[in-house]
């Protein structure tokens, strides 16, 4: 039975590794930010809230002001879990009551860098009930029930049912247990010192008169923050057989690694959708759609070096009488003929050819390949 609890240590403290893992990755990400609370930032937090089990998100300025995904706005300079984040630790808070809505969580914090420097800290919370929970749901028939305990016996986890265990979160592990009788050669005071070593331990004990009430507790170390995994099972059903349902686990992992990928994949996608309009943005002319003055010289310029023996043909034009039509209908109509004129070029040319607008009514084109003269006189005259 000893052995069963430490696999589930193991298990679990892979699955927040799991967790630490997502959340340095999306970490990672709000890090190539040069603002730590950009709106892609702040996209990001509400995302990672409202598709993963976090219940919370927050990002936390290097001096403590953490902003959360449901825009609450609190300082958490002076939490452990800030202070050694800032540090470069990747870190599980003690339980926090909220004062955001009042439950009672753990938090997993990892530090945002930007360049090597830790720029501020981004953290997720997790219901406690549902930590515990995640432990043993998969070992003998859920007949027993959970307890996450600190080495001083401060009970922070449980998923049994206290009006009939008559134990709960705040209780003393020691303190609900020393009135107990103990059945093994073990006594309280040897589990307290394998609490404060996180040595693995078994103590059989009878919390009433009778056989029936027998129970076994089985204790581990948990890995993070000092704290013990027990395990409180009826010794009737510890003896009878058991098996851990792999499957399961196996399914869990299988569907949460998907479940990252595909948010991995879509903040990908997103950011790659976006940079491309912002670099056509930055190098098209607004009003007619083709290549504004600055693109269109280094476009020419990097064919000519690359292919300096290549044949080209240079075309520069502007617009006849477009003062007049300015003067006499109005900018309005003379950014129509402007904006149709990009258009019917942007149609007539080649994908390939450079058409770029340098100046007012001023528009170059480069076409690229031309061994034939024929291509500078098929282009219509407007009338």
């Known amino acids: 039975m000893t052995s069963n609890v430490a696999k589930q240590s193991d298990h679990a403290l892979s699955?927040?590794?799991?967790?630490?893992?997502?959340?340095?990755?999306?970490?990672?990400?709000?890090?190539?930010?040069?603002?730590?609370l950009s709106d892609e930032n702040i996209e990001l937090l509400v995302s990672l809230a409202a598709n993963t089990d976090f219940e919370r998100?927050?990002?936390?300025?290097?001096?403590?002001?953490?902003?959360?995904?449901?825009?609450?706005?609190?300082?958490?300079?002076?939490?452990k879990y800030f202070l050694e984040a800032m540090k470069g630790q990747a870190t599980l808070s003690d339980p926090l009551d909220s004062s955001i809505d009042q439950e009672t969580r753990v938090i997993l914090c990892v530090p945002v860098r930007c360049n090597d420097r830790i720029i501020g800290a981004l953290g997720g919370s997790y219901n406690v009930t549902a930590l515990s929970q995640m432990l043993f749901n998969d070992i003998f028939d859920d007949a027993?029930?959970?307890?996450?305990?600190?080495?001083?016996?401060?009970?922070?986890?449980?998923?049994g049912?206290?009006?009939?265990?008559?134990?709960?979160?705040?209780?003393?592990?020691?303190?609900?247990?020393?009135?107990?009788?103990?059945?093994?050669?073990?006594?309280?005071?040897?589990?307290?010192?394998?609490?404060s070593a996180g040595n693995d331990g078994l103590i059989k004990i009878r919390t009433d008169s009778n056989k029936k009430s027998d129970q076994y507790i089985a204790y581990t170390r948990l890995g993070m923050?000092?704290?013990?995994?027990?395990?409180?099972?009826?010794?009737?059903?510890?003896?009878?057989?058991?098996?851990?349902?792999k499957s399961y686990e196996?399914?869990?992992?299988?569907?949460?690694?998907?479940?990252?990928?595909?948010l991995v994949f879509y903040i990908i996608h997103n950011n790659h959708i976006r940079n491309e309009e912002l670099r056509r943005d930055a190098q098209t002319d607004g009003l007619t759609g083709v290549l504004n003055k600055r693109t269109t010289e280094a476009?020419?310029?990097?064919?000519?070096?690359?292919r300096p023996h290549e044949k080209g043909t240079f075309i520069i034009l502007d617009v006849d009488k477009?003062?007049?039509?300015?003067?006499?209908?109005?900018?309005?109509?003379?950014?129509?003929?402007?904006?149709?004129?990009?258009?019917?070029?942007?149609?007539?040319?080649?994908?390939?050819?450079?058409?770029?607008r340098i100046g007012g009514d001023e528009f170059v084109i480069y076409m690229c390949k031309t061994e034939r003269q024929r291509w500078i006189f098929s282009f219509p005259k407007a009338g």
């Open 225 to 245: 923050n000092d704290w013990m995994i027990c395990y409180v099972i009826p010794v009737s059903d510890a003896q009878s057989s058991y098996s851990f349902i």
């Open 57 to 79: 998100t927050a990002l936390i300025e290097a001096d403590g002001t953490a902003y959360y995904d449901n825009g609450a706005i609190k300082n958490v300079a002076q939490r």
């Open 161 to 195: 049912e206290p009006s009939y265990h008559k134990i709960t979160y705040g209780d003393n592990f020691f303190d609900f247990y020393k009135d107990r009788t103990l059945l093994s050669k073990n006594s309280l005071v040897n589990v307290k010192k394998d609490f």
């Open 144 to 159: 027993g029930y959970s307890l996450i305990v600190t080495k001083e016996g401060e009970i922070i986890a449980y998923d």
């Open 15 to 36: 699955i927040l590794n799991i967790h630490y893992e997502f959340l340095n990755s999306i970490a990672d990400k709000m890090g190539d930010s040069s603002d730590i």
């Open 322 to 356: 477009f003062k007049e039509v300015n003067d006499h209908y109005g900018h309005a109509v003379g950014d129509i003929v402007l904006s149709t004129l990009g258009q019917t070029l942007r149609n007539y040319f080649r994908e390939n050819d450079i058409i770029g």
């Open 299 to 306: 476009r020419i310029n990097e064919i000519l070096e690359q």
């Open 250 to 262: 196996g399914i869990f992992m299988s569907v949460f690694f998907i479940l990252v990928l595909l």
